[in-house]
């Protein structure tokens, strides 16, 4: 669900938080909670002091608030469950606001609406706390703090849950980044050869090359089983998985011939008991041009 949120007195996301003072001693009493609009707040604050921008659009995401309490230690506290994660994604939006110069209130617009996505952000509705999920270097120092502080844990010894959480916040939500068939793949390749070649659909150079290159990686690789796969690894658990990785695409589209070599890869993730992931190096399973 889409909503919009219109930054007017900038100075306010800067003040300490604001429903922290009125949290008992108790966080986990679902009356303490800040509502899903307070929520919202908390996430475009956390954009704001970065990005500042007199609007949001915030869109929550409930299918990963749903893997976080698979995953918790604690799902369930008294008599409810713990569900105080909500995630958004946040974006820059058009919208009209008040500012004052020289003494003045004028009215003001920002009419680009696809300026900025700004990522993922977590909050705990119980804290106060956001989780900015930006950039993936940070993103998994991030991951890490919020595995911490939310109590998380894999789930079984083929933990799905938790690591499609890791994938979704850290690698970012992008359809590329766990490949678990032929069909799949097939598109994401179609569609960035599409991109690359005959960007705004001005021709059909894109399909020549893509069939080239679809049938001498069908050719190299009849027998590709493409899955993610677990393994025991000493108390640890190793997941092994696929990727894409195209042509560099821009935004406007830039003129062929594209930068870049498309790519299947395989990544590996050691997961440990306690929720900490190891990124290790992928290997380059096909790549051409």
């Given at each position: 669900?889409?909503?919009?949120?219109?930054?007017?007195?900038?100075?306010?996301?800067?003040?300490?938080?604001?429903?922290?003072?009125?949290?008992?001693?108790?966080?986990?009493?679902?009356?303490?909670?800040?509502?899903?609009?307070?929520?919202?707040?908390?996430?475009?604050?956390?954009?704001?002091?970065?990005?500042?921008?007199?609007?949001?659009?915030?869109?929550?995401?409930?299918?990963?608030?749903?893997?976080?309490?698979?995953?918790?230690?604690?799902?369930?506290?008294?008599?409810?469950?713990?569900?105080?994660?909500?995630?958004?994604?946040?974006?820059?939006d058009v919208c009209s606001y008040v500012v004052e110069k020289d003494g003045k209130r004028v009215l003001m617009s920002q009419a680009s609406m696809?300026?900025?996505?700004?990522?993922?952000?977590?909050?705990?509705?119980?804290?106060?706390?956001?989780?900015?999920?930006?950039?993936?270097?940070?993103?998994?120092?991030?991951?890490?703090?919020?595995?911490?502080?939310?109590?998380?844990?894999?789930?079984?010894?083929?933990?799905?849950?938790?690591?499609?959480?890791?994938?979704?916040?850290?690698?970012?939500?992008?359809?590329?980044?766990?490949?678990t068939s032929l069909a799949q793949l097939r598109d994401l390749v179609q569609s960035n050869f599409q991109s690359a070649y005959s960007p705004y659909?001005?021709?059909?150079?894109?399909?020549?090359?893509?069939?080239?290159?679809?049938?001498?990686?069908?050719?190299?690789?009849?027998?590709?089983?493409?899955?993610?796969?677990?393994?025991?690894?000493?108390?640890?658990?190793?997941?092994?998985?696929?990727?894409?990785?195209?042509?560099?695409?821009?935004?406007?589209?830039?003129?062929?011939?594209?930068?870049?070599?498309?790519?299947?890869?395989?990544?590996?993730?050691?997961?440990?008991?306690?929720?900490?992931?190891?990124?290790?190096?992928?290997?380059?399973?096909?790549?051409?041009?």
């Amino acid at each position: 669900m889409a909503h919009h949120i219109f930054v007017l007195f900038t100075a306010a996301l800067f003040l300490p938080p604001l429903f922290q003072q009125n949290v008992p001693s108790n966080p986990l009493q679902a009356t303490s909670w800040l509502t899903d609009e307070q929520a919202r707040d908390v996430a475009t604050a956390a954009i704001h002091s970065v990005h500042p921008e007199p609007c949001y659009s915030t869109y929550r995401n409930e299918r990963l608030e749903s893997f976080v309490l698979s995953v918790r230690k604690n799902p369930v506290m008294g008599n409810q469950l713990n569900n105080s994660v909500y995630f958004y994604r946040v974006a820059s939006d058009v919208c009209s606001y008040v500012v004052e110069k020289d003494g003045k209130r004028v009215l003001m617009s920002q009419a680009s609406m696809d300026c900025c996505e700004y990522g993922i952000v977590a909050v705990d509705r119980a804290t106060s706390k956001s989780y900015w999920f930006a950039g993936k270097e940070k993103a998994a120092d991030i991951f890490k703090e919020f595995v911490r502080d939310e109590q998380l844990q894999p789930d079984s010894s083929k933990p799905t849950l938790f690591i499609g959480l890791y994938l979704d916040l850290v690698w970012g939500e992008y359809k590329d980044k766990e490949i678990t068939s032929l069909a799949q793949l097939r598109d994401l390749v179609q569609s960035n050869f599409q991109s690359a070649y005959s960007p705004y659909e001005r021709d059909k150079t894109w399909q020549r090359k893509f069939d080239y290159w679809w049938r001498r990686f069908r050719l190299k690789m009849p027998q590709l089983k493409l899955e993610t796969t677990y393994e025991p690894a000493g108390g640890d658990i190793l997941v092994r998985g696929y990727g894409f990785s195209g042509f560099e695409l821009t935004i406007p589209r830039s003129d062929p011939p594209p930068r870049g070599t498309p790519e299947l890869f395989q990544w590996s993730l050691l997961v440990k008991p306690d929720g900490t992931i190891e990124e290790r190096p992928s290997k380059v399973i096909y790549a051409s041009r």
